[in-house]
């Protein structure tokens, strides 16, 4: 296999991988119905297994992994993982009770927080700096992949089944899976260099030009912790995501369970209309998003924080009407919209948080984004829908669930008010970066800044650049 026939197979593989990996969130949603019926389980409860068992291990386990993706062998931490959580989604078909479910849930917790994270890494080494853009987008077209294959096979499967067998089905896959990870894909680690250091420099690929180099020692992480914290941008992004994460995590899992108890539907009809509207429309929105920010705000994090906030606030509006629409058509239709925008707005932010970090702090910085996002976001969001739902019980009785989802989205317009402060500060921290990098002698090419910035930057800037 010559190496671009590699590089697209690599691609392929992972973004697989990340399909597999979350199409237990999109099963799991749609079945909570079935799963409270056949053990007898509260709304809080189901909150619980979706929300904090899942997110504690979920988001502390992600820093570790991506820590020792950062000096280890990726494939091998891919293909262990993908074993794990495939082998605890099948157990999900045996269990009797809460407690067993949830200590299975803990499980592909686990599994799945050693997906993300080493597989960024594999591409940054495998895909130069002029391609690493496309090559993430196509990565992360696997979450709305997912989403088609998860909605509509899980949705038939359980109808058919029933939730314990479609769970036996959707997890075997994985186990393969896993062994072709570990087979067929290559650890860049482990090459040995056939030219010499030199040589390597000016010809070799992304991989070894940035990482023969400098060959910087890891950053100790509470060096990372302070540096970031001084970046008064970065505290407001890792606000926002939080918050997005708590309203947007809590209205997305019980999002299926309200058609099913507002309107009837079963499964396999509810899967088939949501994988077509939030599979596609993710899509649609994540490669149409990083489209038009390169298109017509390019170097331009200020606009695009500021577009992107006045986005969820009219994303808050259009995530209301799914809860007030007269009928069920109207609500997809409003769902299709929101799918959209939430999209949108993925990929910029993401570009604007890479551009934002210093180079030696990109791979830890996320994993500190996901660990508080989904520590507060799956944490809680699913367990407080759920709280609330049966809170409202005894006033509204069945229409509860429609009503704790509706008080959930308002919070989007709390996660904008973050991006407009952030969009604030931006310039001057982006500068700052910049400073920072220079004076530690950063590549030319992974310098942020096309144009100097002028004004003076904030004291804690300051010390960061300087530092």
Not at 169 to 184: Q, S
Not at 207 to 213: D, L, T, V
Not at 241 to 246: E, G, I, W
Not at 253 to 261: A, D, G, I, K, N
Request: hydrophobic content about 50%; proline content about 5%; aromatic content about 10%.
């Amino acid at each position: 296999m010559n190496k671009l026939t590699y590089k697209h197979y690599l691609l392929g593989v992972l973004l697989v991988v990340l399909a597999s990996n979350t199409v237990e969130r999109y099963a799991l949603a749609l079945v909570l119905q079935d799963i409270k019926a056949d053990l007898a389980l509260s709304d809080t409860q189901l909150g619980l297994l979706t929300g904090i068992a899942f997110a504690f291990f979920y988001a502390t386990m992600g820093v570790p992994i991506a820590r020792w993706a950062d000096r280890g062998n990726r494939v091998t931490i891919i293909a262990i993982t993908t074993a794990l959580w495939s082998a605890a989604l099948a157990l999900c078909s045996l269990v009797g009770s809460f407690f067993q479910l949830l200590l299975i849930r803990i499980g592909v917790a686990v599994g799945e927080a050693g997906c993300t994270p080493p597989a960024h890494s594999l591409i940054a080494d495998n895909f130069t700096r002029a391609e690493r853009p496309r090559a993430v987008a196509i990565y992360m077209l696997g979450t709305p992949l997912s989403g088609l294959i998860g909605f509509f096979m899980a949705g038939w499967l359980n109808e058919m089944y029933g939730w314990r067998v479609m769970f036996l089905l959707l997890g075997l896959p994985g186990l393969a899976l896993a062994l072709l990870v570990r087979l067929t894909l290559r650890e860049p680690r482990l090459a040995k260099p056939t030219t010499t250091v030199a040589s390597e420099i000016g010809t070799a690929p992304l991989q070894a030009r940035e990482s023969i180099a400098t060959q910087p020692a890891q950053l100790p992480l509470n060096e990372v912790v302070r540096t970031l914290w001084a970046n008064a941008s970065f505290r407001h992004l890792l606000f926002c995501f939080s918050v997005l994460s708590l309203f947007g995590t809590g209205l997305w899992q019980w999002q299926p369970t309200f058609f099913v108890r507002t309107y009837g539907m079963q499964t396999g009809e509810l899967g088939t209309w949501l994988a077509p509207i939030q599979g596609l429309g993710s899509i649609i929105g994540l490669l149409g998003g990083g489209e038009l920010a390169s298109r017509f705000a390019a170097n331009n994090e200020r606009l695009q924080l500021k577009l992107i906030g006045v986005g969820y606030v009219i994303f808050a509006a259009t995530s209301a009407l799914i809860y007030l629409a007269p009928n069920r058509y109207w609500a997809f239709g409003f769902i299709a919209i929101s799918m959209i925008g939430h999209g949108l707005a993925t990929a910029p932010l993401y570009a604007v948080i890479q551009t934002l970090v210093p180079q030696r702090m990109r791979a830890t910085a996320i994993a500190l984004l996901y660990l508080f996002a989904n520590l507060i976001g799956l944490g809680f969001g699913p367990l407080m829908v759920g709280a609330l739902s049966d809170a409202l019980h005894p006033t509204f009785g069945e229409e509860s669930l429609r009503y704790a989802l509706l008080a959930m989205c308002p919070g989007y317009v709390w996660g904008a008010i973050h991006l407009w402060f952030a969009s604030k500060s931006v310039t001057r921290d982006l500068r700052a970066v910049q400073l920072q990098e220079e004076r530690k002698g950063a590549p030319q090419g992974e310098l942020y800044l096309k144009q100097p910035v002028v004004g003076p930057l904030p004291r804690a800037l300051r010390r960061s650049a300087m530092s």
